[in-house]
């Protein structure tokens, strides 16, 4: 659920927005606090934290554009969508080069508000699975302006956003890859990604590997999909994680089998604690030969 600050000195436009917010958006967004000056926002903005904020530019005590550079380097810098009627601080506003997400000039339709919130949500969404897989590929040597890095990152956002891993990889995810990218085809972005692996592989220090992958150097496949249940299922080590794929008696593999964890863990749908049949038969892996 994101937080809402909402600006403006005119209490009955106020009480109209959210009103409209919350009874139009379920449980994406909620109004977490009201203010009716600039002086006032900018008190809530230093001790409180905020998603976003609504803003009316021509109020009392601090205006708009007042309060923007009043809190443009603070650490949590909200998502702006400006409101107004007035051509001067519109024309201020470009020239300052102020950061804002949206804006709206009065009056307007509050759908297109709701719709200016929901891509602003899905903004804020990327941006944190962006952080959260840049911080988990930190711990592995890649040359992060290469193609394969890119495509590695924008896989792992992907099946984050489906919430599950999309296979076979590269038939379907490289596939939607290539095409948000205009790479030549999902061909090239498996050579890329193979190539970022392979790097990888050969120059992340040793020990690190070893705690991700214990049992072998992992395969692009193999390392994609770590890094999405690392990061989906962050109540689960890496290593308890593993433990379940490999160990799993409702897979009926031996304790010798574990060596095969790998080709497990591409296999293992972590939804429901077991290999998935569909992942096996679109990975020509069949029970009988992992022995």
Not at 237 to 258: H, I
């Amino acid at each position: 659920m994101k937080k809402i600050l909402i600006v403006d000195d005119d209490l009955n436009f106020v009480k109209n927005i959210f009103n409209y917010i919350n009874n139009s958006t379920g449980n994406k967004f909620i109004v977490s606090n009201i203010s009716i000056n600039g002086e006032e926002a900018y008190k809530n903005l230093i001790t409180n934290s905020f998603d976003i904020m609504i803003l009316d530019l021509k109020m009392p005590k601090l205006n708009g554009l007042e309060l923007i550079n009043k809190i443009k380097d603070i650490k949590n810098f909200p998502e702006i969508i400006i409101i107004t009627g007035d051509p001067y601080l519109m024309q201020e506003l470009v020239r300052l080069n102020i950061p804002i997400s949206e804006i709206l000039t009065k009056p307007f339709d509050f759908d297109k508000l709701i719709d200016k919130l929901n891509i602003i949500e899905e903004k804020i969404k990327n941006n944190d699975f962006i952080t959260k897989i840049s911080e988990l590929l930190n711990n592995f040597y890649f040359n992060k302006s290469s193609p394969g890095y890119l495509y590695i990152v924008e896989c792992i956002k992907i099946c984050l956003n489906k919430n599950s891993l999309i296979t076979p990889f590269e038939k379907e995810l490289y596939k939607i890859i290539a095409n948000e990218n205009n790479a030549k085809s999902n061909l090239h972005v498996k050579w890329a990604i193979d190539k970022s692996i392979s790097t990888m592989n050969k120059y992340t220090t040793p020990s690190v590997l070893n705690d991700f992958f214990p049992y072998s150097r992992p395969t692009s496949k193999i390392f994609i999909t770590e890094m999405f249940n690392i990061i989906n299922f962050p109540g689960a080590s890496p290593q308890t994680s593993r433990k379940d794929v490999c160990l799993s008696s409702r897979a009926g593999y031996s304790p010798q089998q574990t060596k095969l964890r790998n080709v497990c863990l591409v296999c293992y749908d972590a939804s429901v604690g077991e290999l998935n049949p569909k992942r096996l038969n679109n990975n020509k892996i069949m029970p009988n030969k992992l022995s």
